[in-house]
C-alpha cells in the first residue's frame, strides 16, 4: 500500500478495504440477542433515549468487554454513552457489584 501525505494510516487501511473487524459483528448480535433479555432496546435512537450510565446499558458493556473485541469507542457510540471512559467507568461500577456481576453471568 502506498503512502499518501496527509492520510492517517488507519484511513489508508479503511480505504483500501483492509479495516478488521474487531468482532463488531459478534457484538452487534449480542446487543440484539441479549438486549431483549435485559430489557434493553437494541436500536440507536431508543438509546439514545436513555440516560448514559443505564443500568442495562452497563451490564451490556461488560458482557462487550468480556466477550468481544470491539472497542471502548465503538461501544460508546453504538450504545449511546457519550465519552469511551464512560464504558471503562461502568465494566468498572458492574465489577464491583456482587448482583450486577451475577446478572452477566
Given at each position: 500500500m502506498e503512502k499518501v501525505k496527509g492520510i492517517k494510516p488507519r484511513e489508508r487501511r479503511k480505504a483500501a478495504g483492509l479495516e478488521k473487524d474487531y468482532g463488531e459483528r459478534d457484538a452487534e448480535q449480542m446487543?440484539?440477542?441479549?438486549?431483549?433479555?435485559?430489557?434493553?432496546?437494541?436500536?440507536?435512537r431508543e438509546l439514545?433515549?436513555?440516560?448514559?450510565?443505564?443500568?442495562?446499558?452497563a451490564l451490556m458493556t461488560a458482557l462487550l468487554r468480556g466477550r468481544t473485541a470491539v472497542s471502548t469507542e465503538w461501544i460508546a457510540t453504538r450504545l449511546s454513552m457519550g465519552h469511551p471512559g464512560s464504558v471503562s467507568r461502568q465494566v468498572g461500577i458492574v465489577k464491583r457489584d456482587r448482583k450486577l456481576q451475577k446478572k452477566t453471568q
Open positions: 446487543i440484539q440477542k441479549c438486549g431483549a433479555e435485559l430489557g434493553l432496546p437494541t436500536q440507536a439514545g433515549s436513555l440516560r448514559k450510565g443505564d443500568e442495562r446499558k
